[in-house]
């Protein structure tokens, strides 16, 4: 794997070098941000590499890979550069699947009620040997990640927003305000109420929960080309269900609290961007931060990922010119796989067509301030047993997007939770009408599989031929494999790069 700066790439089981660390946080690079954490063992607190203070002296610096790590040997969080902050920890990438699902499964609340145990039971395995596996790659047990990632959810909202605090404590998991305070006291040595006093008079914050929405900053790490994603977006947005421009996206989510809107826009030569949620609850909160993280792929390494692609001299001149791409992701799996059924062997703008003819013809209409957003996608039972040729469908594709609901709605494809690219594909394989291409298309973007390539795709072949390279599906195939983990980044790349413009 490649590495910039002279800071090893995150590897399984890798033990973090402190010299090559504190060079890092000399230098104050935000690419390193949420890569690693210093314990400032003269303070008793832990920073980012970002963190404004005073460079601390070497000897009194320890690094670890996760928050949780920190906060498992009794340093506190730094209240100045705020770790919880910090882009998501890019840890466990191109480890362990095993380990990508259960932290999938802890962010979305699995220990705030359940067990290891319980957690360790739905990966297939035994709570032992879970734990073992967090230790190796976190350097703390799930209890404790579960706990780091509600505590810095709630400081979050706490400096961000202003919610009750004890409407706070409830969405971040904590079982009563008793909990939650006496979790604060432990980790930041005062209760949340003087926090948020501290941040009154230091930071005022820049969100609220007024009826117009609860906007929060979402980090990433630079660079961030908010241009290429939003206009990939665009090209793609369904009338009635989304829309977007150069500096904003937008559109209608459906999620347990009932309907809601999210807008999305970039923080000019800021490292985070501006997510506005308009929700039927803030029980939903967490769940909506994760799935718009996703979709606007902000827990990326682009200057790891760049590094990597450069070294094929086909690929070179392409990530140069685009050094903030990022791969698209998807609100929800089952409308990205019925969109990409949509898509198959027709233009973009056919694929845009039928969805559109779809959305306004199965989904469920919603009134919003925007009056033009209308509609959420439709849900898999509602599409499961209808005539969709009254859409301009074929009648075999309308057949597989039947298939694909059936599926969904039966329980008979489970795609709430990655279980890996390889146990996706053959997930959606085993359904007649969806190939290698959709499957693959399916896993870049619903899930973020950053190792997906739609092998066989025409215009990546197309892309590879105009820069001299004798490529077929099979060549291409080959040339990809020195990509991983990375394929879905190289195929952008192409896809950016084919005359013709970005496929489906």
Request: proline fraction near 7%; glycine fraction near 8%.
């Amino acid at each position: 794997m490649a590495s910039f700066f002279g800071l090893p790439a995150y590897t399984a089981g890798m033990d973090i070098d402190p010299d090559t660390c504190y060079r890092a946080l000399k230098s104050r690079d935000a690419r390193f941000d949420g890569r690693f954490f210093t314990g400032v063992l003269s303070t008793g607190i832990f920073c980012r590499p970002v963190c404004p203070a005073t460079t601390p002296k070497r000897k009194n610096c320890q690094f670890f890979e996760s928050a949780a790590a920190a906060m498992a040997t009794g340093l506190r969080p730094c209240l100045r550069c705020r770790p919880e902050a910090a882009p998501g920890s890019p840890a466990w990438k191109g480890i362990s699947t095993t380990l990508g699902r259960a932290l999938r499964l802890i962010s979305e609340g699995a220990l705030d009620e359940g067990s290891v145990e319980d957690l360790a039971a739905r990966l297939g395995m035994g709570g032992r040997h879970l734990r073992r596996i967090f230790i190796d790659h976190m350097g703390a047990g799930p209890k404790a990640v579960a706990q780091t990632r509600r505590l810095l959810f709630a400081k979050k909202m706490i400096s961000e927003t202003a919610v009750p605090l004890t409407e706070i404590a409830l969405i971040s998991g904590f079982a009563s305000v008793r909990r939650f305070n006496d979790a604060f006291v432990k980790v930041y040595g005062c209760p949340p109420r003087d926090l948020r006093r501290e941040g009154g008079r230091k930071d005022k914050p820049v969100t609220s929960a007024a009826p117009s929405g609860l906007s929060l900053k979402l980090s990433f790490r630079p660079p961030f080309d908010f241009r290429q994603i939003a206009g990939f977006l665009n090209a793609r947005a369904v009338p009635g269900l989304e829309e977007a421009g150069d500096d904003y996206y937008r559109r209608t989510v459906r999620l347990v609290d009932g309907p809601g809107v999210i807008t999305v826009r970039p923080a000019h030569e800021k490292n985070y961007l501006i997510a506005t949620f308009q929700l039927g609850g803030l029980s939903d909160i967490q769940q909506a931060i994760m799935r718009t993280r996703r979709l606007f792929d902000l827990d990326a390494e682009p200057a790891e990922i760049s590094a990597h692609l450069s070294l094929d001299p086909a690929l070179k001149k392409l990530v140069a010119a685009r050094p903030g791409l990022r791969v698209p992701g998807a609100w929800d799996p089952f409308e990205l796989s019925v969109r990409a059924i949509l898509g198959q062997q027709v233009s973009v703008g056919a694929a845009k067509t039928f969805a559109a003819r779809l959305v306004s013809t199965f989904g469920e209409p919603m009134q919003t301030e925007n009056h033009s957003l209308t509609h959420l996608f439709p849900l898999p039972a509602a599409l499961a047993d209808v005539d969709l040729t009254v859409i301009g469908l074929t009648s075999r594709r309308a057949a597989t997007v039947r298939r694909m609901a059936a599926a969904f709605a039966d329980g008979d494809i489970d795609l709430t939770g990655f279980e890996g690219l390889a146990q996706t594909i053959r997930q959606l394989t085993a359904l007649a009408g969806i190939g290698p291409w959709t499957a693959n298309y399916i896993a870049m973007r619903a899930f973020g599989e950053p190792d997906a390539f739609p092998t066989g795709d025409l215009a990546l072949i197309r892309s590879m031929q105009s820069r001299g390279v004798a490529c077929d599906a099979r060549t291409l195939q080959r040339r990809a494999e020195h990509w991983r983990p990375w394929r879905a980044y190289g195929a952008l790349h192409l896809w950016h790069g084919d005359k013709k413009g970005p496929k489906k």
